[in-house]
């Protein structure tokens, strides 16, 4: 099988050696790795990430997204729930920023989704569906500033249950501004989670400037 089918580098897409897993030695010496506590976010206690959204870490996380590159998420999830141990940020349950039903139809899976399920079976965490996009929406990415980016999140996301007093664990796979992710944590403590914390593969340098 590994003839066949030989282990790439997730960030980069180098072929491995027989002593590298999931990374070459090149990208664990340089990869663009998150520093620092995230800045702040409204409704979100305190976030952390794995790398910056930059180099090679942006070109995995476009062929884990657009590409089928699905088999990424078990690798994001152990470096993030380790990010996430580093920084002491946990909950009670896990959940995530859900894509729309036509997006997910049209690309045959919930990235965020996988990304959270991997994320709990590495911290023993439930995953619960908290969030649901009630509208369909125009990519982020595809916005040019900020206030553009918070006024396409506003509203586009409902909850699904309440959740009585429970401290929450956020995933996404990008932060770029926050706005997404801002508006989830507004909708999760409106539905009455006691605090809502967050993570992420990847982040911009500085996401309150950048969405």
């Known amino acids: 099988m590994s003839l066949l089918f030989p282990s790439k580098c997730v960030l980069c897409g180098r072929l491995l050696d027989g002593q590298e897993v ?47 590159k699905t088999q990424y998420a078990a690798v994001y999830a152990r470096c993030l729930a380790q990010a996430l141990t580093q920084a002491g940020l946990c909950g009670d349950w896990i959940t995530w920023v859900p894509v729309s039903f036509r997006r997910r139809l049209r690309r045959g899976y919930d990235q965020s989704r996988l990304l959270a399920v991997a994320v709990g079976r590495e911290l023993g965490l439930p995953v619960v569906c908290l969030l649901r996009k009630a509208r369909h929406t125009p990519a982020q990415s595809s ?44 909708v999760l403590r409106i539905a009455g989670a006691a605090e809502v914390v967050a993570g992420a593969v990847a982040a911009a340098r500085n996401p309150t400037k950048c969405r």
């Open 143 to 186: 916005l040019g500033d900020a206030a553009q980016r918070r006024a396409n999140a506003l509203g586009a996301y409902v909850p699904r249950t309440q959740i009585l007093g429970k401290r929450i664990l956020l995933l996404d796979d990008i932060i770029t501004t926050g706005a997404t992710l801002s508006e989830c944590a507004k």
């Open 22 to 68: 999931d990374f070459c030695t090149a990208c664990r010496q340089d990869a663009p790795n998150y520093r620092g506590k995230g800045g702040k976010i409204p409704y979100v206690a305190g976030w952390t990430a794995v790398w910056f959204y930059e180099e090679q870490a942006r070109q995995s996380l476009l062929r884990y997204k657009f590409h089928g």
